[in-house]
């Protein structure tokens, strides 16, 4: 049975981590569901590209992912973090040790404020790391079953790192050769936390 995953979006999501996140996800074989957590299916994100989600935040609370994946933007972290569905959803997938994770502004503008970075090791980007205490100056930090990472730049590390944790490094070495992306670890400096 494929992996599942969870990307919601929003109006002033960072397109960039948005897109490459799903895309990534798509190529290892993984079933990605764009979810829109504004009252429509189609946002408008930070520079402008229209996103259309495949289905509403409300419509994905009763399912089961092995993925929940964040990009952030700004103001497109703040609606993700006003999301009650996706509040619920996401302490579920924290409570049960499913993956997560978040990129940009997301760890700091969503994941501590519902309390699911508590305790861990976890990055974002520089301009919120005032926000998240205990803030790790690495592109990806993974701790447990949580996944952060500091923002466009590091989109694609981030989301081989989801794929390696979902599917094993040599699934996420697959997918990142066609890309173009440099043998071995295309995450050097990612940490983990252990």
Same mark, same amino acid.
């Given at each position: 049975?494929? !992996? ?6 929003? /109006? ?10 799903? @895309?990534?996800?798509?190529? %290892? ?5 764009? %979810?829109?957590?504004? /009252? ?19 419509? &994905?609370?009763?399912?089961? *992912? @092995? ?13 993700? %973090? ?7 959803? $996401? /302490? ?7 993956? *997560?994770?978040?990129? &940009? ?6 994941? !501590? ?50 794929? %390696? ?15 173009? $992306?440099?043998?071995?670890?295309? /995450?050097? @400096? ?5």
């Amino acid at each position: 049975m494929a !992996r599942t995953a969870l990307v919601p979006v929003a /109006d002033g999501t960072e397109e960039i981590e948005a897109v490459v996140i799903i @895309d990534v996800l798509r190529r %290892a074989g993984i079933d990605v569901t764009v %979810a829109s957590v504004m /009252d429509r299916l189609q946002v408008t994100a930070s520079r402008g590209v229209m996103l259309t989600a495949e289905k509403a935040i409300s419509a &994905c609370v009763e399912e089961t *992912y @092995d993925l929940v994946a964040l990009p952030g933007g700004i103001p497109g972290a703040r609606h993700l %973090a006003a999301s009650p569905p996706l509040g619920k959803i $996401l /302490d579920r997938q924290r409570r049960s040790g499913r993956l *997560y994770g978040a990129i &940009c502004a997301a760890p700091a503008v969503v994941l !501590r404020p519902l309390g699911l970075i508590e305790g861990l090791r976890a990055t974002c980007h520089p301009a919120f790391r005032d926000e998240l205490p205990g803030w790790e100056d690495r592109r990806v930090v993974i701790d447990g079953s949580c996944v952060t990472s500091q923002g466009p730049g590091t989109a694609v590390e981030f989301a081989l790192s989801l794929v %390696a944790l979902l599917l094993g490094e040599a699934k996420a070495a697959e997918v990142a050769e066609p890309m173009m $992306l440099p043998p071995g670890r295309v /995450d050097s @400096d990612k940490e983990v936390a252990g």
